[in-house]
Antibody, heavy 123, light 112 residues
Framework: EVQLLESGGGLVQPGGSLRLSCAAS????????MNWVRQAPGKGLEWVSAISGSGGSTYYADSAKGRFTISRDNSKNTLYLQMNSLRAEDTAVYYC????????????????WGQGTTVTVSS | QSVLTQPPSVSAAPGQKVTISCSGS????????VSWFQQLPGTAPKLLIY???ERPSGIPDRFSGSKSGTSATLGITGLQTGDEADYYCGTCDNSLGAGHWVFGGGTKLTVL
């Protein structure tokens, strides 16, 4: 079964760092762009970042630019999100989601989603 | 304030039909494919509709999508209590950069 499994969430103080991971299984990982989407408590979905299948191209929402770094290790079928200088407003459930092409695009949607990992930024 | 505009809530009785609108602009819906996602309480989003009107395998034909200009619509017929969920539209926005997704604020569906 095609699956994504996030990990790495937790409680961190403002200004701290955290690295999220997303392990992919049962599909050819490097054929697909990957996304991070977050959802603050009681709020809607917010796209955070995306990366092409090769990892050569990365894309960020303004809220993540300069603080977050998306990366992938195709040999390990794993997606990462390094989050630095965390703020209270970064508190959210973070989902990884697969695009349907090697570059991020609206076409095809986001078919596969992980179950999410919770990040809480608080002192 | 979300880039795409959805009504906060809609409601209808079991067996009835409901539509959820999603309004955008030429930089997003007007020039990109639209997806719709269902999020049941406490679960991850699930793709219902992609490329404006296509259903992934396993999604019943009670769910339909359409797009006209800078707006899109999700339709659900034969409403069931299990359809109670939050629904989100999403697409890419060319003015924000390549591959930059935007979502609507979400619509809470209540099946009375």
């Amino acid at each position: 079964e095609v699956q994504l499994l996030e990990s790495g969430g937790g409680l961190v103080q403002p200004g701290g760092s955290l690295r999220l991971s997303c392990a992919a299984s049962e599909f050819t990982f490097n054929n697909y762009a990957m996304n991070w989407v977050r959802q603050a408590p009681g709020k809607g979905l917010e796209w955070v970042s995306a990366i092409s299948g090769s990892g050569g191209s990365t894309y960020y929402a303004d809220s993540a630019k300069g603080r977050f770094t998306i990366s992938r290790d195709n040999s390990k079928n794993t997606l990462y999100l390094q989050m630095n200088s965390l703020r209270a407003e970064d508190t959210a459930v973070y989902y990884c989601a697969r695009g349907e092409f090697v570059v991020p695009a609206a076409m095809g949607g986001m078919v596969v989603w992980g179950q999410g990992t919770t990040v809480t930024v608080s002192s | 304030q979300s880039v795409l505009t959805q009504p906060p809530s809609v409601s209808a009785a079991p067996g009835q039909k409901v539509t959820i609108s999603c309004s955008g602009s030429s930089s997003n819906i007007g020039n990109n494919y639209v997806s719709w996602f269902q999020q049941l309480p406490g679960t991850a989003p699930k793709l219902l509709i992609y490329d404006n009107d296509e259903r992934p395998s396993g999604i019943p034909d009670r769910f339909s999508g359409s797009k006209s200009g800078t707006s899109a619509t999700l339709g659900i017929t034969g409403l069931q209590t299990g359809d109670e969920a939050d629904y989100y539209c999403g697409t890419c926005d060319n003015s924000l950069g390549a591959g930059h997704w935007v979502f609507g604020g979400g619509t809470k569906l209540t099946v009375l």
